[in-house]
């Protein structure tokens, strides 16, 4: 849906992208130029759609109406400033950058918890903390500065078109700003940590501190460029929530995408490591791209029609996915999972395509203000039941590849195939007896079990004199 700024929103935003809609913009490299000789020519200006074309008004608040080409330097000023980030983040995560571990004699630097395990008992081995040795300076430095080149640079470009940013456009600006300094910061943490292990080593004299120094008043400078330059051109209220939306956003999509990875278990176990990991994040993007885009299109292309018919499908392919099930048809269910999310993805515009009757409530005018709570609020009910359902689908196929068996058991809340262990302890051990029954019955005349024994381990007590514990089965 579409959003404006209301007419209770802060009056001076309004007046400023009104007042700045058709004044031509001078791009960054003709204002250095210009500084640098101010007798040179400006050179080529960029000058904005008309604001009195049809549909071009200058409060639309997450983006324009009509598209608008962007002129070459504006682009590769956003480019630049997206990437800025990385050198950052490769530098705090990066393993190579601070050594890799080395067999060192007595007396130094020990890793924590370090032991080998043998035939014979645990031995413990001294081994060099990798940082101690490292010399990662330099390759930081350069880190940092192309980082900062980058983010500044980009900034800069970015600059001279604020005017004509719309104002979420401009909060995310200020996120990335918060997020670039947040990398700073972090960066001059991680790297005192290693300042820290080096000393084990020698002297840190005042100008290895040199960096953290600069780091921390890059990320100052960094959110102050952010907010001075671009959260003037929203109110601080809804930037705040912009923050908050985008964050909670990206961060169920980020959540949702490693699931499988992280609580899958053995999904695609028997299968090789790029076979397993292509097909987890297949499904964990499939999932989450199912989760919350529909909520979203529905809503905001939906129309009564298609409301009714999404409400039929919700049901419908349920009986197929069972069937498919049963009969444990990986490929059938897979399909039918796909086909069933495209289908639900892509029904508001089949409707528009067929040309039947419509009635869209939330694309035909915009809803502002408190009203603009509705489309909201509807979008978070179809969230809430479809959520549930593509969770279940999400587990069904899942399931069919040998993953999230807990939790599938748990969903179905099945009530056969119980069982419990039985211990024998002795001196010499000890042994597990695992006792289950397929269908538990139980009422007030008789007790129907049977019992069987599923499985038998032993675990032997560790010799006196030192050495491992044995187990078998």
Known sequence: MLLTLGPDSDTSIKDMLKSAASEPVTP??????????????????????????????????????????????????????????????????????????STSPMGAEVKEGYVKKTRKGEVGIKETDPEIYATPEKW????????SLMFFL?????????????????????????????????????????????????YIFLSDWGLTWVLSFLSVLSLAFGLWGFGRNNRPELLVWDVIFVLVLVGTFAALLVLPFKVGGELLQPHGRVVRGAGKFLIGFWHAV?????????????????????????FAPIKIGELFLRRNSRLG??????????????LPYLA???????????????????????????????????????????LAVCFAFNGHNNEVGGAARIEEFKQFIRFRLTEDGLTGYVIGFDDPKMDNARHELKPKIIDVFRLKARPAAGGTAATTR
Not at 140 to 147: D, G, I, Q, Y
Not at 165 to 191: D, E, K, N
């Open 154 to 202: 980009g900034l800069f470009m970015i600059k001279p078109y604020r005017m004509h940013i719309t104002p979420f456009g401009s909060s995310m600006i200020v996120l990335f700003s918060t997020l670039w300094a947040l990398a700073a910061v972090g960066l001059s943490i991680r790297y005192s940590e290693f300042l820290f292990k080096k000393s084990h080593r020698t």
């Open 28 to 101: 960054f490299w003709n204002q250095v130029r210009a500084w640098i000789s101010p007798s040179a020519v400006s050179g080529e200006r960029w000058t904005p759609p008309d604001p009195s074309e049809p549909n071009r008004n200058p409060q639309r608040y997450f983006y324009w109406p009509q598209p608008v080409e962007s002129p070459w330097d504006l682009l590769t000023g956003v480019l630049l400033f997206l990437l800025s980030l990385a050198p950052l983040v490769v530098a705090i995560f990066s393993k190579k950058l601070y050594g890799t571990p």
């Open 352 to 394: 528009e395509g067929l040309h039947l009757p419509l009635s869209h409530p939330f694309l035909d005018k915009e809803w502002t203000a408190w009203w603009g709570l509705v489309p909201a609020l509807l979008a978070g009910l179809v969230g809430a039941v479809m959520s549930c359902v593509w969770f279940g689908w999400y």
């Open 140 to 147: 930081l430095w350069v880190a940092t500065v192309a980082s």
């Open 333 to 346: 269910l897979v399909l039918t999972w796909l086909i069933y999310g495209a289908l639900m993805l892509s």
């Open 290 to 314: 199912l989760q919350l885009a529909i909520p979203f299109v529905l809503i905001k292309r939906g129309s009564i029609l298609t409301l009714v018919i999404f409400v039929v499908l919700i």
